[in-house]
């Protein structure tokens, strides 16, 4: 037999899968593995899209996404963050925000292209760089500054090769948020050495402390941005796979050629779905807002208290707890505790190397679980304290 892609068979499997499937296979796990919010849908929502199967609904949509879906999209972008995109050309409904990163990173690379990722990153990013021919290159945030990243910390890993920076805040791992002001000063960054930036804002509404930034809406950045966001966290619509991205004309117009050929468009009847979250957004994610930031109050605390220092992550719903002062890699403290005490995180290792030291455990669980978790954890510390004083 012929071989398959090299590309492909290069590409290392990811390291939160084997967690997963282990702790699949056992009874009585707590998992604040996965990223997923704990609520369902809300119900009007998927009412929207029962209503568009029985109207029939079942063809496909316009390549870019339905019209009334793209007009909310615009809207929102709108009354959320004051910028204008254009419905007819501005706007892409894709697959999830995870086909969105990937139109993105194969309208910006050509073969050899860098592209800076500020890590702790999501772990989809590098993969799917290389997978576009491109090379990712890590600039690391410090927990010292409480997991922003620095302008110069980027600064020293441009080449004449680099075309782009990604990065997300809020942080998917970390939960950390950029100010505007930090954030400006990556935009004169971005200007200054004529990059391309991708803004992964899928964790926009969910930032307890103040308002999420756009990236676009920096001065001079919405010609150079492509905003990525979706559905999935903000509306607990994970399964449903609907996101979208904004980016000025040329750009979205290469990006649909991906999305048309690739996947058509994204699922009609999850489109309406779409259209109903966005529409009814002020009754719905408020109030799971609410709840996130309670549950990450009570979380972080009773980490610090359990022996694992946190920092208090001002969006999404992840807490970043640093392991280091058990001497344990971040892989096998995560393994230990789920055979020793049941309960799924994730090594901080597998969002880049400076996540080594650190874990990463979802706070989108019910507070009894929660509770749970900590009892566990707490008695795992414990453990591994006697190990040490022995
Ligand atoms: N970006 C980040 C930072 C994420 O955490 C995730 C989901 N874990 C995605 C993108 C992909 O989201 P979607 O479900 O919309 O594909």
Request: include cysteine; proline fraction near 5%.
């Amino acid at each position: 037999m012929k071989s398959l892609s090299e590309r492909v068979e290069q590409l290392a499997p990811s390291g939160i899968r084997r967690f997963f499937d282990l702790a699949g296979s056992m009874e009585d796990v707590i998992s604040l593995g996965v990223g997923e919010p704990d609520f369902v849908t809300p119900w009007n929502v998927r009412e929207a899209s029962f209503a568009a199967l029985e109207q029939g609904y079942t063809a496909y949509s316009a390549n870019a996404g339905l019209v009334e879906l793209r007009q909310e999209i615009r809207n929102y972008m709108h009354e959320k963050f004051a910028i204008e995109y254009q419905v007819e050309d501005e706007i892409i409904v894709t697959t999830g925000a995870s086909e969105g990163l990937d139109l993105a990173f194969r309208t910006l690379i050509n073969p050899g292209d860098e592209i800076i990722v500020v890590e702790p990153a999501f772990v989809s990013y590098a993969p799917l760089i290389e997978l576009a021919g491109g090379i990712p290159v890590a600039a690391a945030c410090r927990p010292e500054d409480g997991f922003a990243i620095l302008p110069e910390t980027i600064e020293a890993k441009i080449t004449a090769r680099t075309k782009a920076i990604i990065f997300c805040f809020p942080s998917n791992p970390t939960g950390s948020v950029m100010t505007r002001d930090q954030l400006a000063d990556l935009a004169l960054l971005a200007n200054k050495h004529d990059l391309y930036v991708i803004s992964d804002e899928i964790y926009a509404e969910l930032s307890y402390e103040e308002e999420a930034t756009c990236f676009a809406t920096l001065p001079g950045m919405r010609e150079r941005t492509i905003v990525i966001n979706g559905f999935s966290k903000a509306f607990a619509m994970t399964g449903w796979r609907l996101g979208f991205t904004c980016a000025p004309k040329e750009i979205t117009e290469c990006m649909l050629k991906v999305h048309q050929y690739g996947m058509m468009c994204a699922p009609t009847l999850v489109q309406f779905a779409g259209i109903e979250a966005l529409r009814s957004r002020h009754k719905t994610v408020p109030d799971m807002v609410r709840s996130y930031r309670q549950r990450r109050n009570y979380f972080v605390k009773a980490l610090n208290e359990a022996g694992l220092p946190t920092h208090s992550p001002g969006g999404a719903f992840y807490a970043f707890p640093y392991i280091g002062d058990t001497g344990l890699t971040s892989e096998a403290f995560a393994e230990q505790l789920l055979l020793a005490e049941r309960v799924a995180v994730v090594p901080g290792s597998v969002f880049g190397a400076s996540g080594e030291g650190y874990v990463r455990a979802s706070y989108a669980s019910s507070i009894e679980q929660l509770q749970e978790a900590i009892h566990r954890i707490s008695r795992f510390m414990q453990q591994l304290e006697q190990r040490t004083a022995v």
